[in-house]
């Protein structure tokens, strides 16, 4: 399985957008990029995911590099709320989600 | 979107006993039901696959006899922790999918909290 690279944390302030990067040089080219994220003392929610070109959805962005071999969720302006574990995750013909370490967002008033 | 409920929320038990936790999917059926665990500070990490009316799928490392997991129907799984120790203790969700992540994504309980004294 390919795998993700996640930096284990990061900070924002509040109302400030946000660049969560993943990494994954490995990546076949059938894998769909997924992002879910949990919230302390929660299930994983899903956030975005996409294959090639960038992605909006209500609740984040994907941008995904030419070559796929990284891709950045972003939270166009963080809240209190936003503050989770964002996990990078790979998959295509699978329901199956395997969780890296993912990356813990930290949100500042 | 979709909802998934765990009951219980929370459960303390003595070790040596046998702890039942339920997963429905409220209002949708799952053609797929997973069981993860999560230690604190950790990942989530996937425990058994499980379909309506067919037998588990364990991943590697996780004993099948002492996770016991029945998809009795479309909407509920259970997973039971038979004679619970200690190191047992850990938050246990579940998920539920109505296919591949490429066109479904996929909705998570709340979690149960275990505790074994």
């Known amino acids: 399985d390919a795998k993700t690279t996640q930096p284990n944390s990061m900070e924002s302030n509040e109302e400030e957008p946000v660049h969560l990067p993943c990494n994954h040089s490995t990546i076949s080219g059938t894998d769909y990029i997924h992002w879910y994220r949990q919230l302390p003392s929660q299930g994983p929610e899903y956030v975005i995911h996409?294959?090639?070109s960038n992605v909006n959805n209500r609740m984040a962005s994907l941008a995904i590099a030419e070559d796929r071999k990284s891709s950045t969720l972003i939270l166009h302006r963080a809240t209190l709320r936003d503050a989770a574990v964002y996990y990078c995750?790979?998959?295509?013909?699978?329901?199956?989600?395997?969780f890296g370490t993912g990356t813990r967002l930290q949100v500042f008033p | 979107g979709a909802v998934v409920s765990q009951h219980p929320s929370w459960v303390i038990c003595k070790s040596g006993t046998s702890v039942k936790i339920e997963c429905r999917s409220l209002d949708f059926q799952a053609t797929t039901m997973f069981w993860y665990r999560q230690f604190p500070k950790q990942s989530l990490m996937l425990m058994a696959t499980s379909n309506e009316g067919s037998k588990a799928t364990y991943e590697q490392g996780v004993e099948k006899d002492k996770f016991l997991i029945n998809h009795a129907s479309l909407t509920l799984s259970t997973l039971t922790v038979t004679s619970a120790h200690p190191e047992d203790s850990s938050f246990y969700i579940c998920s539920a999918s109505t296919g591949l992540l490429i066109y479904n994504e996929q909705f998570f309980g709340p979690g149960t909290r275990l505790t074994v004294l």
């Open positions: 995750i790979l998959g295509y013909n699978t329901d199956k989600l395997i």
């Open positions: 996409g294959l090639t």
